[in-house]
C-alpha cells in the first residue's frame, strides 16, 4: 500500500510553497477513495491534474498504470514532472490542448475538483466528451463538491473564492458548483451506466464522488 510519505516524498526537490500546497490537498481531499475506483492496469488520464497527486499516486500504487495528467498551469505540471522523475514512475504530464483531450481510447478517466471552474454548460460538456474517450469497459471518476451539508459547501466556497480571486493559487476566473445531480445525468446520458456517493464524512468539504461506466 502506498503511504503518505511514499507519495509526498516525491516533491522533495520543489519548492516550499509546493511542497506546502500539495501536504494540504493531500489531507483535505480523499484521493485513496478515488484511486480505489480506478483501474489497477491500463492508459489513465487525469484531466486537471494540478501538481499530480493522483496521477502519482496511481502511478506509485501499480506499475501497469500507464498515466498522464494534463493541466493548464505550467508551474504545477513542472512540479508534477519532477516528482515523477524523482520516483522513476510511469506517468507524463502535459499542457491542456485547449478543450480538446489527449486521443483515446482511454481506459479510464479522472477529473478531481476541476469542473467548478468552468461555466455549467462547459462542464456537462467536459463530461460527455469524457465519455466519449472511453474505451469500452472505459471508466470515468469525478471528484466534486455536493451543495450538501451546507455549511461544508459554505466553507468550500469562501476557501475557494479565496484561492482562485485573491490569492490566484487555482487558475479560474468564476466558481460553479453544480449539484452533482446534474453531473450525473450528463454521464448517464452519455452512455455511462453512473453510481454515486458522498464521500465529506471526516473532512471539512462536502466531497461527493461520481463513477461512471461505458458498457463493454
Same mark, same amino acid.
Given at each position: 500500500? %502506498?503511504?503518505?510519505?511514499?507519495?509526498?516524498? &516525491?516533491?522533495?526537490? !520543489?519548492?516550499?510553497?509546493?511542497?506546502?500546497?500539495?501536504?494540504?490537498?493531500? /489531507?483535505?481531499? @480523499?484521493?485513496?477513495?478515488?484511486?480505489?475506483?480506478? @483501474?489497477?492496469?491500463?492508459?489513465? $488520464?487525469? *484531466?486537471?491534474?494540478?501538481?499530480?497527486?493522483?496521477?502519482?499516486? &496511481?502511478?506509485?500504487? !501499480?506499475?501497469?498504470?500507464?498515466?498522464?495528467?494534463?493541466?493548464?498551469?505550467?508551474?504545477?505540471?513542472?512540479?508534477?514532472?519532477?516528482?515523477?522523475?524523482?520516483?522513476?514512475? =510511469?506517468?507524463?504530464?502535459? /499542457?491542456? !490542448?485547449?478543450?480538446? &483531450? @489527449? =486521443?483515446?481510447?482511454?481506459?479510464?478517466?479522472?477529473?478531481?475538483?476541476? $469542473?467548478?471552474?468552468?461555466?455549467?454548460?462547459?462542464?456537462?460538456? *467536459?463530461?460527455?466528451?469524457? +465519455?466519449?474517450?472511453?474505451?469500452?469497459?472505459? %471508466?470515468?471518476?469525478?471528484?466534486?463538491?455536493?451543495?450538501?451539508?451546507?455549511?461544508? #459547501?459554505?466553507?468550500?466556497?469562501?476557501?475557494? %473564492?479565496? #484561492? *482562485?480571486? $485573491?490569492?490566484?493559487?487555482? !487558475?479560474?476566473?468564476?466558481?460553479?458548483?453544480? @449539484?452533482?445531480?446534474?453531473?450525473?445525468?450528463?454521464? +448517464?446520458?452519455?452512455?455511462?451506466? /453512473?453510481?454515486?456517493? =458522498?464521500?465529506?464524512?471526516?473532512?471539512?468539504?462536502?466531497?461527493? $464522488?461520481? /463513477?461512471?461506466?461505458?458498457?463493454?
Amino acid at each position: 500500500m %502506498t503511504s503518505r510519505r511514499d507519495l509526498l516524498s &516525491l516533491y522533495a526537490d !520543489s519548492s516550499l510553497l509546493t511542497r506546502a500546497h500539495v501536504r494540504a490537498r493531500w /489531507v483535505t481531499c @480523499p484521493f485513496p477513495a478515488v484511486a480505489a475506483e480506478l @483501474p489497477a492496469a491500463g492508459r489513465i $488520464l487525469e *484531466v486537471g491534474c494540478g501538481h499530480g497527486l493522483l496521477s502519482l499516486l &496511481l502511478a506509485l500504487e !501499480s506499475p501497469r498504470r500507464m498515466v498522464r495528467g494534463v493541466d493548464v498551469d505550467e508551474e504545477k505540471l513542472d512540479a508534477a514532472r519532477g516528482a515523477a522523475v524523482r520516483g522513476d514512475l =510511469p506517468a507524463a504530464f502535459d /499542457v491542456a !490542448s485547449g478543450a480538446a &483531450l @489527449p =486521443p483515446g481510447p482511454w481506459d479510464a478517466i479522472a477529473i478531481v475538483d476541476v $469542473l467548478y471552474l468552468l461555466d455549467a454548460a462547459t462542464q456537462l460538456e *467536459v463530461v460527455r466528451s469524457c +465519455a466519449e474517450h472511453l474505451g469500452p469497459g472505459g %471508466t470515468l471518476v469525478v471528484k466534486e463538491m455536493a451543495l450538501t451539508p451546507r455549511w461544508k #459547501a459554505r466553507w468550500n466556497e469562501l476557501q475557494e %473564492t479565496a #484561492a *482562485v480571486k $485573491l490569492l490566484h493559487i487555482t !487558475s479560474g476566473s468564476q466558481l460553479v458548483f453544480l @449539484p452533482p445531480a446534474e453531473l450525473a445525468g450528463a454521464m +448517464a446520458e452519455a452512455g455511462l451506466e /453512473v453510481r454515486e456517493r =458522498p464521500l465529506h464524512k471526516g473532512y471539512l468539504h462536502p466531497h461527493h $464522488l461520481l /463513477v461512471g461506466r461505458k458498457p463493454a
